[in-house]
């Protein structure tokens, strides 16, 4: 890198320095300035007052021996002693302070003229994404969605605890159903005498069949010797509203026992869909938000002309990420400690590991969603941008949404909660009904890994061509003649000048959609539509790219 | 001292930028002027490496450039705005980091830029709390805080009024004279002409004249006001050591002259004189006319 002078010593473990840094201000160090330096007033007194170098030097050892030595000497001499002292002064000022101790001011003398100070560390494509994600973290954090999200959320899981829902069982509506074996006729009898609905089933395997595809709430099966207890068998969690009904009340035996009882999980899983919602909208909306104005503001060009825009890419994306594991570990830690703390320690515990595969998968799809959003802000076109994000959202809300509807149990189930985006609340929701295996974690994150990457890259490229090829001018082709065109036959039409400054128009012209280079022609059209309907200037207003043509119109009329 | 040579940008049929060479001093303040769409941003965008050119080399100080060499150039583009809502202080600080300055010398460099551009009150507001002229002064101080080795400034005196030009080109002077090239893209021929050292002008995407502001302007004019213009213009053409003799307006005649003294001693021979004045052509006069 070119720098403007050489006093930098590149083998110098100190940042390189280019002019009027702290660095180089060490070596005035040994030169005292006037206040501390006149120790004894008598030979104060000896110096030439006019040389105020050698006096400067009197109080550092070696200079002050020099000085001594020189006091019969003619002016010059002295001068000529002087500059030495000082000199082997600012040696000895060096040896006396520790390099570490060295006081970091420049002198005002090698300052340049606007007072700058050089002082630069190697920024490398970490560096530089980090210092564009602690931006992009620092800000979301600050902004006001942020917070309430944050609030919502630790509100929401206190709420739910203090409230003792998750300690609730919820009461099932509704007639319960149970199957008995073989009681043909007879159940309409038991229909009548217990309350619930009877469904004959043939044999024992025939009734827990019922139960396991959710036909009837239980099954009542009697022991085949007619000497034991008969038993009831439910699928994953107590029919309560059932065993209620028989006397004496029994507890049904679980064919699948769950890690944490559904009438915990059920609304343990909306809430957690409420909270990836909130997480990756909240974030996702701010990286967008952000990413249009530096394209508005042309902030992306100084950024692409200073780093790799890939960096700058990628410092966004982890940005975001870091609030979002910020998120995570604040709801996980409440969530935890509240269940411990209102004596539900084993709740507590049975939660983790569906909890920690839900963060980890929320993780990596909140990573895809913020690499599709950096996609789409690179899109040429508002219509085309809104089309994306629609995609985008559906994708999103319908992957946290549908592994809840649909439930933990059955092959689809399964796949969700492989499949990207439905992982989240997939793996958390089987985790939580004990059906998931400890490796399909594994599987969730792997595949959810595998998208990002590859989602983030494909972003990366298009953010980089779209930076570099100057944000749509000189590099895009966008069709703006056919505007030009628009905005000239409406105004022809209209006979008058002004333009139509739609929202889309406003919003293209505004981001990437300038074009500069064709600018001349839209120039030329706006210029000649301008001229035919003879308006004046105030009259072509209109926003971002009409209000360019119509500038330009009227440059064109100056210059004629 | 920065050095393009026989750059040329081109799409499709059209020209962007036909073989474009100039030289921006170091310690001087080069303006690229032309009217819009003579590729001023095209120029600046290749300087800065956001477009590639398809012929031609840029070389700082006789070596081509590369991203390293551009990470400490300090950019401004044109049509721009910061963060509306970061505090200006942490803007300038962030946008001087990128360039790999460090997090103290950033702040130092900030606040010394805020003073010079008389924003020290101003540094721990947000941006959009500021007025338009502000807010432009804020874009030149986050451009050089990291005490840039090339400035590079599209649409330079965009949004700056009479104040905030005044302080933003003494700020620029002075980098400029810390041995920087100094380049500054503008529409504005008048502040280039005052402001700068050296002009480009560039028309359609060709370099139509370079040089010092001086040696462009060109010889001292004169201008002599005459109720018979036509008569007096065949006088002045008759006379040796006048030239450039041409009409301006109804009773107008300008011309050029060696010196002085045969100016005065030509007019004294016409006739029905009403005003006599030297006058020399801006820039614009001379170029954007004729463009």
Not at chain 1, 59 to 70: P, V
Not at chain 1, 392 to 401: E, M, Q, R, S, W
Not at chain 1, 447 to 464: M, N, P, T
Not at chain 2, 275 to 290: C, D, I
């Amino acid at each position: 890198m070119a720098r403007k002078d050489n006093g930098a010593n590149d083998e110098s473990p100190e940042p390189l320095v280019s002019k009027g840094t702290a660095g180089e201000g060490i070596d005035d160090l040994g030169v005292p300035v006037d206040d501390d330096v006149i120790e004894d007033a008598a030979a104060a007194e000896e110096v030439d007052s006019d040389d105020e170098a050698t006096a400067a030097c009197a109080t550092t050892g070696s200079a002050a021996s020099a000085k001594k030595g020189t006091e019969a000497k003619d002016p010059a001499a002295k001068a000529s002693d002087a500059k030495e002292a000082d000199e082997s002064g600012a040696t000895a000022g060096l040896d006396d302070v520790p390099f570490e101790l060295a006081e970091d001011t420049p002198d005002p003398d090698e300052l340049p003229e606007t007072g700058l100070v050089s002082e630069f560390v190697d920024v490398g494509n970490r560096q530089a994404a980090w210092l564009v994600s602690n931006r992009e973290s620092t800000t979301a954090m600050r902004s006001p969605y942020f917070l309430v999200t944050a609030a919502v959320i630790i509100l929401g899981v206190l709420a739910a605890i203090i409230s003792g829902i998750v300690a609730d069982v919820q009461k099932d509506s509704g007639t319960p159903t149970m199957a008995m074996v073989g009681v043909g006729e007879q159940a309409a009898m038991y229909e009548q005498q217990l309350g619930v609905k009877i469904t004959d089933a043939k044999d024992a395997p025939a009734a827990e069949k019922l139960v396991r595809e959710g036909k009837v709430d239980a099954a009542f099966i009697q022991d085949p010797s007619g000497q034991g207890q008969p038993t009831i068998i439910a699928l994953d969690k107590q029919p309560d509203a059932l065993l209620e009904k028989l006397a004496p009340k029994t507890e049904a035996t679980l064919l699948e026992t769950p890690a944490v009882d559904g009438a915990v999980a059920t609304p343990l899983l909306w809430g957690m869909v409420a909270l990836s919602l909130l997480v990756v909208a909240t974030l996702g909306t701010a990286l967008y938000q952000n990413l249009r104005l530096e394209k508005r503001n042309r902030i992306t060009e100084i950024i692409a002309a200073t780093i790799p825009p890939r960096a700058s890419a990628s410092g966004r994306v982890t940005g975001m990420l870091t609030l979002v594991v910020v998120h995570l570990v604040a709801a996980a830690v409440i969530t935890e400690l509240g269940l411990s703390l209102s004596g539900k320690t084993s709740l507590a515990f049975a939660m983790l590991p569906g909890l920690g595969w839900f963060a980890l998968a929320l993780l990596l799809t909140a990573w895809s969603v913020f690499a599709l959003l950096v996609w789409a802000s690179t899109v040429v076109g508002s219509k085309a941008r809104a089309t994306f994000l629609t995609i985008i959202g559906v994708i999103t809300v319908a992957g946290f949404f549908a592994p809840v509807i649909i439930g933990p149990s059955g092959t689809v189930a399964k796949v969700l909660s492989w499949t990207p985006f439905t992982s989240p609340l997939g793996i958390a929701g089987r985790s939580f009904a004990g059906q998931a295996e400890w490796w399909e974690g594994l599987v969730a994150a792997g595949i959810a890994l595998v998208l990002a990457v590859i989602l983030h890259a494909l972003a990366s490229g298009a953010y980089v061509r779209s930076v570099l090829s100057g944000g749509g001018r000189g590099g895009k082709t966008v069709k703006m003649s056919k505007r030009a065109q628009k905005v000239g036959a409406a105004t022809s039409a209209k006979g008058t000048a002004k333009s139509d400054s739609s929202a889309d128009d406003a919003d293209d012209a505004d981001s990437d959609d300038t074009d500069d280079v064709d600018a001349d022609k839209d120039a030329k059209a706006a210029a000649a539509s301008a001229k035919e309907s003879g308006t004046k200037k105030s009259d072509v207003k209109s926003g971002g790219e009409d209000e360019e043509d119509a500038k330009s119109a009227d440059d064109s009329r100056d210059d004629k | 001292m920065l050095t393009l040579k026989e750059v040329s940008l081109r799409k499709g049929k059209r020209t962007y930028l036909d073989e474009v060479s100039f030289t921006a001093e170091a310690g001087r303040i080069t303006a690229i002027v032309g009217t819009r769409s003579a590729g001023r941003t095209e120029l600046v965008r290749i300087i800065m490496g956001l477009i590639a050119a398809d012929e031609g080399t840029i070389e700082l100080e006789d070596f081509e450039l590369d991203f390293g060499d551009r990470q400490n150039f300090g950019y401004l583009p044109a049509e721009r705005g910061g963060y509306p809502n970061m505090r200006v202080l942490d803007q300038i600080v962030y946008l001087a980091r990128l360039h790999g300055i460090t997090l103290g010398a950033a702040e130092r460099n900030a606040l010394t830029l805020l003073g010079h551009l008389e924003l020290a009150d101003r540094g721990y507001a947000p941006l959009k709390n500021l007025s338009g002229a502000e807010i432009a002064r804020v874009d030149i101080a986050a451009t050089l805080a990291a005490d840039p080795d090339v400035v590079v400034i599209d649409d330079a005196f965009a949004g700056l009024d009479a104040a905030s030009l005044r302080l933003v080109t003494s700020l620029l002077r002075a980098h400029a004279s810390s041995g920087v090239p100094v380049i500054l893209a503008t529409d504005d021929w008048e502040a280039a002409q005052t402001f700068a050292d050296d002009v480009i002008i560039l028309n359609q995407g060709k370099v139509t004249a370079s040089g010092s502001v001086e040696k462009l302007l060109g010889d001292q004019h004169y201008r002599v006001e005459t109720t018979d213009t036509e008569a007096a213009a065949s006088a002045l053409k008759s006379r040796t050591g006048i030239s450039d003799v041409k009409t301006v307006g109804r009773e107008g005649v300008s011309f050029r002259a060696n010196d002085a003294k045969s100016a005065a001693a030509a007019v004294a021979e016409l006739k029905n004189v009403k005003n006599f004045e030297s006058v020399r052509p801006t820039l614009a006069e001379q170029y954007k006319e004729a463009l």
